[in-house]
């Protein structure tokens, strides 16, 4: 039986997580769910799984989920409980599925305490991938992706020599305004940013996937798991979003990972051991699809693309600076402080603005994640 944390149990990919744990309960067990807010569906989270610990990061929820929870279950909050419940000796595995870079020290300790850790959260090897891989190392830590395109690329590198790898692509939908001409884009909403055409996801990771943000912090995110060089990494459009990743290898073959839109395929994918199981996803039916189109991808339509090419070859300080002006960007877009076409130009004039150094520890991860934080709010009040 596999011990489970899960960080950020009620989010998109925390729920996922729970239905496939339910369909597999010989296998799986739930040793600590984590959240921040939203006790209420922690409560029904708690009565499926029944943990032996909740942990919501906000005090007053943790108390409001202690009033009217009935289970014999602890409840803690504060993000040191989350951190406590990541790297338990009881438990096996971690599901790292906090939203952003506030997922990053739970994260990290699981890491540090030789877990198994499935990471959704993509803003831990963004922000601090060379201090997070080099963790897993010295502890001897599996970081398994839980990323459609990284669950493909994994799969389609496993038994191959990594040496041979001349192309990883990552296939990207292309998001809600892949045809839309982006003189048009002024005016959207954030409700249409919101509208996945094939994915079913959460609000901020939807508007990066609109922006095209996701995919470049996939490409820095694929860097640091699969130790590739930028040169190497690339992505393309496929609005069909079947096809999640291509590896191609020197003697030019291409291979590639296929299934339904569905992240309990790359769920189930990170939680099994040597056995395939069932996720729960429908059967791909090839027939039915018909066509599989691709595409490259329109830097003048997709900027994000352009940018994060430099950000790439330039110093860890860059990827830090990237994300956190983007969270500052989304949120503000989301919250109709900014214009759906501001975001990319607020990113840029932060990058345009912090330094390009190496980093290699925590404290200056924490420092230039906020000073780009504060640049980005500036560069919006301009
Ligand atoms: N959704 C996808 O299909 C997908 C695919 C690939 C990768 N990812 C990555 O997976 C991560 C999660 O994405 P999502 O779409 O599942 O996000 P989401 O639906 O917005 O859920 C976020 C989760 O994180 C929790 N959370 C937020 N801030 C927290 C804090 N300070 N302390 C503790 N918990 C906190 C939330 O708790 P409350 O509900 O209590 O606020 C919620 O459980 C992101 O990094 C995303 O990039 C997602």
Redesign the pocket.
């Known amino acids: 039986m596999m011990k489970v944390t899960i960080?950020?149990?009620?989010?998109?990919?925390?729920l996922s997580t729970v239905d496939v744990m339910m369909r597999h309960p010989d296998r799986f067990s739930a040793y600590a769910l984590?959240?921040?807010?939203?006790w209420q569906?922690m409560l029904e989270l708690a009565s499926q799984l029944q943990p032996e610990v909740i942990v919501m990061?906000d005090p007053e929820?943790a108390e409001a989920l202690s009033r009217a929870i009935t289970l014999p279950v602890r409840i803690e909050s504060g993000?040191d409980a989350?951190i406590a419940v990541s790297e338990h000796p009881d438990v096996d595995m971690v599901m790292a599925?906090?939203?952003?870079s506030?997922?990053l020290p739970a994260a990290l300790a699981a890491v540090r305490a030789g877990k198994r850790v499935g990471l959704?959260?993509?803003?831990c090897l963004v922000t601090a991938g060379r201090l997070f891989m080099q963790a897993a190392i010295d502890a001897g830590a599996d970081v398994v992706p839980?990323?459609?395109e990284h669950a493909a690329v994994h799969q389609a590198m496993v038994g191959h020599d990594r040496d041979s790898v001349t192309r990883v692509i990552l296939t990207a939908s292309g998001g809600p305004f892949r045809d839309r001409d982006p003189s048009s884009l002024h005016d959207v909403t954030p409700e249409e940013a919101i509208a996945h055409p094939n994915?079913s996801?959460?609000?901020?990771?939807s508007v990066d996937s609109a922006t095209m943000l996701n995919k470049a912090l996939e490409l820095i995110e694929a860097r640091w798991l699969f130790d590739m060089p930028a040169e190497k990494l690339s992505a393309i459009i496929h609005p069909q979003s079947i096809v999640h990743a291509l590896v191609e290898y020197r003697d030019g073959s291409v291979l590639a990972q296929l299934a339904e839109p569905d992240?309990r395929s790359p769920i189930v994918y990170a939680m099994q051991a040597h056995q395939r199981l069932h996720s729960g996803i429908p059967w791909l039916d090839l027939a039915k699809v018909g066509t599989l189109e691709f595409r490259a991808v329109d830097e003048l339509q997709f900027p994000a693309m352009r940018m994060v090419q430099d950000v790439m070859r330039g110093e860890d300080s860059l990827s830090i600076a990237m994300n956190a002006a983007n969270e500052v960007a989304n949120e503000a877009f989301r919250g109709r402080k900014i214009r759906f076409t501001r975001i990319v130009p607020v990113i840029e004039e932060v990058l345009s603005k912090v330094k390009n150094i190496p980093v290699d520890n925590l404290e200056m991860v924490w420092s230039l994640d906020h000073e780009a934080r504060v640049l980005a709010q500036e560069v919006m009040h301009d």
């Open positions: 960080l950020g149990a009620t989010g998109s990919i925390g984590v959240a921040h807010k939203n569906k990061t929820a993000m989350a599925a906090m939203v952003g506030a997922g959704a959260n993509k803003e839980v990323d459609s994915w996801m959460g609000a901020k990771i992240m």
